[in-house]
């Protein structure tokens, strides 16, 4: 990524839109799966204890699950944001990692706090091919940074999570990222890679206990390409898996190696 003018994220609080959401009507992407009652097992119009008891005895499908969990969101919505904002709160004041991001992003003019770090419900999306698409976070430059409030597990999974997204903020502040993909994939496999690395989501205790992918050599670095990839693949510019893979691997190892604002990789 090249040297750019310092440019300042704006105080307005970021609209959760799935960068992915043309899914609905490009031809080229597969449907939205919507909620069959008759196909599914699950009725939003009844209870929401039946429905569970449903899901418990096999009665209605996965994909009816999918959509009840969705139903779960928006009846929890407020409760979720409310928690959400004060895991925020707490990580601003003592986390050690979000609070050194956010000094460094103030040593570039910028700024994070409540008012552009926003937590909302991030609705998910079941597509035609069998694929859920959900998202933690995201970072707009005009904007801030969104955290979904649904999807978040705990204070630890929201510090990681705002902690990548910082990383975002960073870049974009010190360089002049091309967020799509547009003019070069490559800013977006490089931002992508120092997030993934520097926030701390891809430590072997996660990467083995939460999610089970544990290996003896080479996790760290494989949770990082892994993640990469699944991000610049999401970009509207990148064709396939295949050109995705090769961005990554083309701005491996001088990303890998670049922990900036960072002395190491911290966490």
């Known amino acids: 990524m090249a040297p750019s003018t310092t440019q300042t994220p704006e105080a307005a609080a970021p609209t959760p839109t799935p960068s992915s959401s043309a899914a609905a009507t490009s031809p080229e992407l597969p449907a939205i799966v919507k909620n069959d009652p008759a196909r599914t097992g699950f009725d939003p119009a009844t209870k929401w204890w039946m429905n569970y008891f449903k899901i418990l005895s096999g009665q209605i499908t996965t994909e009816g699950a999918f959509h009840y969990r969705e139903s779960r969101y928006v009846a929890n919505e407020e409760r979720d944001c409310k928690t959400c904002e004060g895991y925020r709160d707490w990580a601003f004041a003592h986390s050690p990692t979000v609070r050194f991001m956010r000094e460094k992003i103030e040593a570039l003019n910028g700024r994070l706090d409540a008012d552009n770090v926003v937590c909302r419900r991030c609705p998910a999306r079941l597509t035609a091919d069998g694929e ?32 990548h997204e910082m990383v975002h903020a960073w870049d974009h502040l010190r360089w002049k990222v091309d967020w799509a993909g547009g003019k070069d994939l490559k800013h977006a496999a490089c931002t992508e890679i120092r997030a993934s690395m520097l926030s701390g989501e891809c430590r072997w205790t996660k990467e083995a206990i939460t999610r089970g992918n544990w290996t003896l050599t080479q996790q760290f670095q494989e949770c990082v390409r892994k993640r990469a990839v699944q991000s610049v693949l999401a970009r509207p510019a990148c064709k396939d898996d295949v050109q995705a893979v090769k961005v990554v691997n083309q701005v491996w190892d001088s990303c890998f190696a670049d922990t900036r604002p960072f002395d190491e990789v911290y966490r």
């Open 132 to 163: 859920v698409h959900r998202q933690s976070g995201g970072f707009s430059p005009g904007h801030g940074i969104l955290i979904c409030a649904n999807e978040v597990r705990d204070r630890k999974h929201l510090e990681d999570t705002l902690a």
